[in-house]
């Protein structure tokens, strides 16, 4: 466990030096931006999974509001495990959007859902189950509307090799258990 935790680390300082080609969680507005700057982020590499290995959702853009899946792929995203946390991630052309990667009101797979609202900033991706629509940026349930389920979003830097890194704002308890030490 300490070991897992001690390469991710050396390997995630080493290449978090190299700086990013694009940072997502949207390229946030002035006020967001701030605010991320004040919040630390533990930067952790995405293992097995380059900005080339996501399907890029940018050329179907250009069809309309609601987009299908990317020809060749098993849906909209790719699901992925970084610190413990199951995490969808979506590619439009060099940015990476990270959410959960589980809705929250019945464990739907977010990476196989449609993505919906591409004409504005903050795009939908809707779960394959119940249909949920939840904003990548904000995380925040966008139908239907009397519903108080929302989705963690996690900032994503993409890096000039086409590695992957996902900012988390602390380690699961589990890496500093009494049972590790």
């Not at 931006?33 to 380059?50: D, F, G, Q, S, Y």
């Not at 590619?91 to 959960?100: D, I, M």
């Amino acid at each position: 466990m300490a070991t897992l935790f001690n390469q991710q680390v050396k390997t995630a300082s080493a290449e978090s030096r190299e700086q990013p080609v694009a940072a997502s969680a949207g390229s946030p507005g002035p006020v967001k931006a701030k605010h991320e700057a004040a919040v630390k982020n533990l930067w952790l590499p995405v293992p097995r999974t380059k900005l080339a290995d996501l399907p890029d959702l940018a050329p179907l853009a250009k069809f309309g509001n609601k987009l299908c899946r990317p020809e060749g792929s098993d849906g909209s995203g790719v699901r992925v495990f970084v610190n413990d946390t199951h995490v969808a991630l979506f590619r439009f052309g060099n940015r990476v959007f990270a959410t959960s990667a589980e809705c929250p009101h019945a464990g739907g797979p977010l990476e196989l859902g449609d993505i919906e609202d591409m004409a504005v900033k903050d795009p939908c991706v809707v779960c394959p189950y119940h249909k949920y629509r939840f904003r990548i940026l904000s995380g925040k349930n966008s139908m239907p509307n009397n519903r108080d389920f929302d989705v963690e979003t996690f900032p994503v830097q993409v890096k000039k090799s086409g590695r992957l890194f996902i900012g988390f704002a602390k380690l699961p308890d589990r890496v500093f258990g009494d049972d590790d030490f």
